[in-house]
């Protein structure tokens, strides 16, 4: 029986003597049976009548306190546990053979005009990308290549750094033309927020709004141009001094009906351990909660020669129940919180001219509430 592939369980439970008649009619092997008490027992089977034993077990509610692989199944464990990590090593020194004469990566940085696409595809056609040999890259001469081919570059550097190619950009700096319609420097005065103009003057520009008019938020309030004696259309960077009531609003749901989840304190914990990404061991427990959340940890092996891993992962029960919370019992609460939230979107200059909320939506046991605060601001 030493070599046989067996699983030993321990179960807790009342009315044993009527399980194990059933397992014997069903034709299951029972070895080593030990009855500790009067409800916990401990016994071994074979492997192959594991899903006969846990249907009947499940069925009569016996808890199981564990459950362990023995004998040949062991003996497999250990000689698969010996070649994972044997292959582990192989696979570790084939990654350090290639990431110590290979390019494994390429990164491009300082570039803002030229997609970093269009520059690997360029490497791409003069044979240079991922798993190129070290020894066929000339970092001098692609520096050549590259100042050759873009017109957009002033300056370039590769370096080489363990197993990535490192492209250095510096792009000329093109002068701004200000008559183009199209030039990015020149912008337009957008609004951030609802609001009412109160006071404006313009300084370069052409005015959207006036005294009095409501704007929303990603309204035009100054236009980045002018028109010239010639009514020629020219850009201009725009500016104003612009005062205005600014509407500051956050919205909030409450739900009178409410489904909270909360945890039982019940967790299960499972270990695994890896070499270099292969598993070397998974430990095996069955999840018995319906519900359920995990954390995952993993924890690296100081002071040992091989890069092993250790993965925790745990899995903690949760439940879930029915709450109600009626709005006018919450109602102050909800209030202060949404004050607190639209405060912390005002400036440090903003004077505040009023607050108020509305009950902007409800249906059923949804409410939908929006808190405003009216700010005087400078734009």
Known sequence: MKFQSLIEIKIEGLNQE???????NLGVEIFDFKRLSYSIS?????TKDIKIVK?????????????????????INKILSSVGIVLGLLIFSAFLFISNNFILRIDIIGNQNISSNTILEFLNNNKIG??????SINNENLEKILLANFNEISMVSVIEKGSTLIINIKEKIETANSDSLDNNK??????????RIKNIELISGTLNVKPGSLFKKGDVLVF????DSLNNKKCIEASAKINAEIWIETQYTHYENQIEKYYTGNEITIKNISLCGVNLFNQEK??????????QTQTKLKNVLLPITISTITYKEIKT????????????????????????????????????YNIINQTNDIINIQYVITVERVL
């Open 321 to 356: 129940k029915k709450i109600t919370k009626m709005f006018q019992d919450y109602k102050e609460d909800i209030l202060k919180k949404c004050q607190e939230n639209t405060l912390q979107k005002l400036l440090k200059n903003d004077i505040i001219l009023s607050e108020n």
């Open 130 to 135: 991922c798993f190129s040999s070290k020894n």
């Open 55 to 75: 249907k009947n077990l499940d069925s009569n509610n016996f808890k199981i306190i564990y459950k362990k692989k023995i004998g040949l199944n062991k003996f």
């Open 186 to 195: 020149y912008k337009n005065i957008v609004a951030e927020y609802n609001g």
């Open 286 to 295: 069955d999840i018995i909660y319906k519900n359920y959340e995990t954390t």
């Open 18 to 24: 009527k399980f194990f008649n059933k397992l014997n």
């Open 224 to 227: 980045a141009y002018y028109y």
């Open 42 to 46: 401990i016994f071994k089977i074979l």
